[in-house]
């Protein structure tokens, strides 16, 4: 699902760190070594159809990697 990103409204949490991330081997081998963590946090997005709802989003980053990988795990208001 194509979406944008309007604003982050709660702070990141962090759901898994490296080994305990599933995706780990293929992490590193897209996008290179790094202390990867699994997050999880609640944003106000647009999605593609350009209705604005706020999405518990949750993505893969690490140090100087940005954030990676983002997906709509749910909606709250939609």
């Known amino acids: ?3 944008e ?10 759901i898994a760190v490296d080994n305990a991330i599933r995706e780990l081997n293929r992490l590193k081998k897209v996008y290179g070594d790094g202390r990867w963590r699994k997050m999880k946090g609640m944003f106000i997005i647009r999605l593609q159809s350009g209705k604005v709802c706020r999405a518990e989003i949750h993505w893969y980053e690490a140090h100087g990697k940005g954030k990676k990988e983002l997906k709509i795990k749910r909606f709250w208001d939609r």
Not at 7 to 13: G, L, M, N, S, W
């Open 5 to 14: 990103i309007i604003e982050q409204i709660t702070d990141p949490e962090t």
């Open 1 to 3: 699902m194509v979406f």
